[in-house]
């Protein structure tokens, strides 16, 4: 089964902390020290959540000196929106009528 951009993310953001380094990334470009200083979390473990989120295309690295700074790409989280809107328009839209489907 071929999981869709949408769906990658989906499962990323799923994670409490993922979310959260994301939350924070929305707001400035910030360095693994940083990150671990506002979630507490151990540094190994922010890495590698930096490291999955990169490899889906979440967040971007930014080398700055002796550190690299990370950014929160908006495409993807765009994508996502727009595709949890269509969601709820289709609920909206089904809400109220007696669509459903025949039981066996």
């Known amino acids: 089964m071929v999981m869709s951009v949408e769906n990658d993310v989906t499962r990323l953001l799923a994670d409490p902390l993922r979310a959260r380094i994301v939350e924070l990334l929305a707001r400035e470009a910030l360095c693994t020290c940083h990150l671990v200083a506002e979630t507490g979390a151990r540094q190994t473990n922010v890495s590698n959540h930096l490291r999955a989120l990169r ?15 990370y950014r929160l790409r908006p495409e993807p989280v765009r994508a996502l929106a727009e595709r949890l809107a269509d969601l709820a328009d289709a609920a909206e839209r089904t809400r109220n009528s007696d669509v459903r489907r025949a039981c066996p």
Do not use: K, Q
């Not at 490899?55 to 700074?69: C, D, I, S, W």
């Open 55 to 69: 490899e889906a295309g979440l967040v971007e690295p930014e080398p700055h000196g002796r550190f690299t700074y």
